[in-house]
């Protein structure tokens, strides 16, 4: 990250204003600073259905978000953002990823890899 970016960074407090991640587990993305949620209490077959769902239908998969985590609409609509589609690089700028990868290696955006 350049020193511009990094000195961006450092305070979180606006992202936390945007976003209740209600002391659950979470990381800050560095590409759009929004909290996003980890969802460690979603079950592999949990994610994978959001996964699904986000494919064809990013509404639907928010929806099951907020009762499966449960969370707010914002928090949902994070996580789906953020959500890897199956074999395909970054979210954010395409860049090829390895599976698992949480940053992307290009833009520093944070990638679920839940499929």
Known sequence: ??????????????????????????????QCLTPVLLCQSLSDRQRRKAARLRE?????????????????????????LHLRKKDEGCHYCGHPMPRGALLCANCMSVNLDWN
């Open 56 to 80: 064809t239908d990013s509404v639907a998969a928010m929806d099951y978000l907020k009762k499966a985590v449960p969370c707010g609409d914002r928090a949902a609509k994070a996580v789906v």
């Open 1 to 30: 990250m350049i020193p511009r970016n990094i000195e961006l960074y450092r305070d979180h407090s606006a992202s936390y204003e945007s976003v209740d991640v209600e002391g659950r587990p979470h990381v800050i993305c560095p």
